[in-house]
Each structure stands twice: as structure tokens, then as C-alpha cells.
């Protein structure tokens, strides 16, 4: 799921990031009906943010020509141009967007007293995405959980905190002795030595810390943040942080060893003091949830955001650049551009890319996103059972539930003690996350077949066996929900890339989760490198 859990086993939500599903409000200009007509054909272009509308007699090379068309105003792309415009301040840009609001999978809903998220639930403030918060004006709205709160794990009947860190290990009890022996031996490196071939996030972490750790944490924590199958997701895609650290220092151990010692020879560069200052191993919110970061960011970039605007091809022109033609409520309308980054779906994309490139088409049409639904709910906290409570109050992040558990619900967010003010006085608000890779089934079942599933899951370990019937706020079902970084994903991605350069068509970006990954702080992260990678093209190619 798109993030329900982070790295450190942080719990956050699923889709941190696809950014597409949803999108974008009407057009923030129209042409009158009775001048250019219904069907009118017209073409527009914006030279220095100001929108230019010339009618279909008009030529379209005389016009001025965007360096960036952004197409998509999900997460990444609406980034992608906020650091365009911020970092590289470059505004001869525009952001598309097929459907009629802004924020792709970011869902945020308030009703009846209540705040809850049908996406994306959090992220990991991580520098990147603190930077953008600041520079979409968010840092005085910006809520961060308590990085003491625990995350559990449901193991043999039980809620088992999981350890924050790699040091608490001896002291929890969701491993067991041996187990954790294990692990540690592994970690430094006594174990297999690598395959050499792409390994599995199953094989790499059974061979490297044991079986104990896969079952317990990984298998766990990969349903929380791709609602994924381990054993076909690649851990060089999707966990290639810690695959790295195996490769360069032969060992977890020592690769971990390796990065501190090439830190202290390389410092960063001083920290922006504009930016927050977490505190521990966190996640983070906005006062009125995640809404807030793409609403804020449109606001910012103003007309140069188009909602209702679905792209119908791309041509390459004669000279340089693009030509995207688009249907919009006021008819045709044409975009010239010196660049353009699609972060639209990969399967999207690839429909667009046909014309163009039937091997970058083909290869985007093999990534597979499968269904997820997120179910938001309320009880009474009466109904949480005692031991459950903390000096009577529900505590913690939530909890990941491994398959072979008996229990169909990936994991549950405890929303209402994660951030302030998501439910009424006296009541707990959970966001269950079911579905994934492993059980596609979810799709025939109805909404109240899924809330009984997760009702039924959620009496065998949080709630109380005898508690009333939960209030039922959502069910949103997201048939294509979080790509799934399986094996050979990067090669794929790559060979897609490739076929498009050595197409001719330089400046043609591939951006999104499927790209830069699925967690939302990382999809704000590749969003910079895009942003650098745009400048970089348009300063070696264009201005030269």
C-alpha cells in the first residue's frame, strides 16, 4: 500500500503515493461559448505564466513555448513543478490534470466531526518534503505523531510492539531467542553470500537476518507499504537503500559501517534553518490533512495549474520540443513545450506513448498495480479492549497483520491517537487498509462485506468480542491502487526510457510513484531529482 508502513516500521498509509486516481477542479479560465463556440478548435500557450488563447487559424510556431509541461497534478507532478519553480525558479511551466481536482490518490475527508484519510495517510518528514512544506507556506499547519508511540505486529494471538531500533531487539518478544540470534549473526555478515542474480525482498531477507524477521517484520511491513508479495517484489527496487548496504560493505553490518565513515568524509551541506526539526522516528500530517500540501502548492503555481484537461497525444516538432494536444471543457486545446514529464499511471502513460514508442509502451504496460481498499471506521473507546489502553487512552501508530495469521486486514492506523483532532471526544478512529497482491478477491466483495471483514479481523485483537457495530464513514476501493516493484522493475522502467531516447524523443520524462517509489516523502523526493534532471536537460540541450 503505498506506505501503511515506512522504513524503521513506521505505520503510515497506503499509496504513499500513486497519483492519479483522483484528481483536479474546472479550468481557471474559459473561452465564451458565443465567441469561439463548443467544439471551436483553439491553441494555448503560456509565455511567463500568462495564459495565451489563439484559434485554430492561428499558426502554433509563432507561438510562445513552455519550457516544462508537467502531466499529471498528483503529488509529483504538482512537486515536480513547485521545485521547478522554487528551487530552480523557472514559472514558464504548466501542470495538467485529466480530472477535476488536484492531489491524485490524497484523499482527505472531514465530515460529522471527523477527519480521516482514503489514501495516503502520512510520510516520513524527511528534508525534501519538509522543504516543500515550508515552501508551500504549511510549516505553522504541519502535525507530527509521537516518535515514542509503539507500532505492533499481530503474532500468535497477540499485539507485539515492534522494536523502534535495532538495539531494542533483545528486549521485545516478537522474536524469539534464536531468532534474534540470527539476525545479528546475519547482520554481520555470517550467513550466504549473495546469489548473483536479482533477488527476491523474501529471499534476500531470510538469507541475510533469517526466517524469524521475514515472517514477523518484512512479510508485514512489505503488505504495509506495497500491499505486496515478497516473494515477487525485487528488494533492489523496492528496498534498495538496504540493498546497497549489503553490496558495498558486504554485510548490513558493514555496509551501515561504510556509509556512516563515507558521511563523516563528505558532510552534508548546512541544514536549511527555515525547516522543522522532527524529533525521533516520526510521521507527519498537515492541521487538515494531506489535502492541504496539493491544495497549497495549486494556490501557489495559480493559473499554471489546469484541471479537466485530459491529454489526447504528443507529437514531436519539427524543431524542438512537443506539441501536446488535450480536450478541455472548452474544446481542443494545444501545448507547445521544450520538455514534458508524465507522471501519470505507467499503464496511462504507456497509452499516450504509443504512437510513439510501441517498446516503451509495452514495457510500461507491465507493471501491475493491484486493489486495495481503504476502510474508515469508528467505536467507542469503550469498545478498544483494556489491555489495549493506555492510562485509559488508545496509543500507539497502528498495526500490520503478517498472512499467515488468519487475518484478511493488512493493518490498521490508529488515526485518532496518531494526529490531533480527527474524531469526537470519546471515540477512536481506525483507517484499515485490505486487499493487495495477495487477495485481489476484494474486488467482488461489497462495501459492507468489506467492513464486516475488517470488523470481524479487528474483534480478535483491538476491539472487544461484544462491542457495538462500528460507525462506518468510508469505503474507498482503489482498483489500481500501488505498483508493485517486482523483480526486474528497474530494468523494465529502464529499458521503457531507453526506448524513448533512442526514439529521438529527448526531454520526454517518465516521473510518478512507479518511478521514484511509492512512499509519498519519496515521491516528493523524486520529484526534486526530476526537477534537477529537467534544468539540467534545458540548460545543455535548449539554451546551448
Known amino acids: 500500500m503505498g506506505g501503511f508502513a515506512v522504513a524503521q516500521c513506521h505505520l503510515t498509509s497506503p499509496f504513499i503515493s500513486s497519483n492519479s486516481q483522483i484528481s483536479l477542479s474546472p479550468s481557471s479560465f474559459s473561452i465564451p461559448r458565443h465567441s469561439y463556440g463548443i467544439r471551436r478548435r483553439v491553441i494555448c500557450s503560456i509565455a511567463e505564466g500568462t495564459p495565451a488563447l489563439v484559434s485554430s487559424s492561428g499558426s502554433s510556431d509563432e507561438m510562445p513555448i513552455l519550457d516544462c509541461v508537467v502531466v499529471g497534478a498528483g503529488v509529483s507532478g504538482l512537486c515536480i513543478a513547485q521545485a521547478l519553480s522554487t528551487k530552480y525558479r523557472n514559472t514558464n511551466l504548466m501542470v495538467t490534470e485529466a480530472r477535476e481536482r488536484v492531489g491524485g490518490n490524497i484523499t482527505t475527508v472531514e465530515k460529522d466531526g471527523y477527519l480521516w484519510e482514503e489514501g495516503p495517510n502520512s510520510f516520513q518528514p524527511s528534508d525534501p518534503i519538509l522543504t516543500m512544506v515550508v515552501d508551500s507556506g504549511l510549516k505553522d499547519d504541519l502535525v507530527l505523531g509521537d516518535p515514542t508511540a509503539p507500532r505492533f505486529v499481530f503474532w500468535e494471538g497477540k499485539l507485539r510492539p515492534v522494536p523502534a531500533s535495532p538495539t531494542d531487539l533483545p528486549f521485545f518478544d516478537l522474536m524469539s531467542l534464536p531468532g534474534k540470534i540470527r539476525a545479528g549473526f546475519g547482520a554481520i555478515g555470517l550467513r550466504a553470500p549473495p546469489p548473483g542474480y ?125 506539441s501536446l494536444t488535450y480536450a478541455t471543457p472548452d474544446g481542443t486545446v494545444s501545448l507547445r513545450s521544450k520538455t514534458v514529464v508524465l507522471t501519470i499511471p505507467s499503464y496511462t502513460a504507456g497509452t499516450i506513448l504509443q504512437p510513439l514508442s510501441a517498446v516503451a509502451a509495452d514495457e510500461l504496460s507491465k507493471f501491475y498495480y493491484p486493489p486495495v481498499a481503504a476502510v474508515t471506521i469508528s467505536y467507542p473507546k469503550e469498545a478498544i479492549r ?158 546551448r
Not at 426 to 438: D, E, K, P, S, W
Not at 469 to 474: S, T
Not at 500 to 509: A, E, P, T
Not at 513 to 533: I, K
Request: proline share 6%; hydrophobic share 35%; glycine share 10%.
Open 386 to 543: 483494556d489491555d489495549r489502553l493506555v492510562d485509559g487512552e488508545l496509543k500507539g501508530f497502528g498495526q500490520l497483520h503478517p498472512r499467515s495469521q488468519g487475518v484478511e486486514t493488512l493493518g490498521t492506523i490508529y488515526s485518532s491517537a496518531l494526529f490531533p483532532n480527527r474524531a469526537p471526544p470519546g471515540r477512536v478512529l481506525l483507517l484499515n487498509y485490505i486487499g493487495g497482491a495477495t487477495n485481489t478477491g476484494i474486488t467482488s466483495k461489497t462495501e459492507s462485506q468489506l467492513v464486516e471483514t475488517v470488523d470481524r479481523d479487528l474483534r480478535k485483537m483491538l476491539i472487544k468480542p461484544n462491542a457495538s457495530d462500528p460507525f462506518i464513514l468510508g469505503v474507498r476501493l482503489w482498483p489500481r491502487a500501488i505498483p508493485q516493484f517486482t523483480i526486474g522493475h528497474l530494468d523494465v522502467l529502464a529499458s521503457a526510457r531507453a526506448a524513448l531516447n533512442n526514439s529521438g524523443f529527448k526531454g520526454l520524462f517518465l516521473g510518478g510513484n512507479y518511478a521514484a517509489g511509492v512512499a509519498l516523502g519519496r515521491c516528493v523526493e523524486g520529484a526534486y531529482e526530476m526537477a534537477a534532471e529537467v534544468t539540467e536537460f534545458l540548460s545543455q540541450n535548449v539554451y
Open 198 to 322: 536479482e533477488e527476491s525482498v523474501e529471499e534476500f531477507v531470510r538469507r541475510n537476518l533469517g526466517d524469524e524477521v521475514f515472517e514477523r517484520l518484512i512479510e508485514p511491513f512489505c503488505s504495509g507499504v506495497y500491499a505486496g508479495d515478497p516473494s515477487k517484489l525485487s528488494m533492489k527496487a523496492a528496498f534498495g537503500k538496504v540493498w546497497q548496504l549489503e553490496k558495498n560493505g558486504g554485510s548490513i553490518i558493514g555496509g551501515t559501517f561504510k556509509a556512516i565513515q563515507e558521511k563523516s568524509r563528505n558532510p552534508k551541506a548546512p541544514r536549511d534553518p527555515r525547516l522543522p526539526k522532527p524529533k525521533g522516528q516520526t510521521v507527519g500530517s498537515f492541521r487538515k490533512g494531506l489535502m492541504m500540501l496539493p491544495n497549497a502548492i495549486s494556490k501557489s503555481l495559480g493559473d499554471k495549474v489546469k484541471l479537466s484537461w485530459k491529454l489526447e497525444s504528443i507529437s514531436l516538432l519539427r524543431n524542438e520540443g512537443y
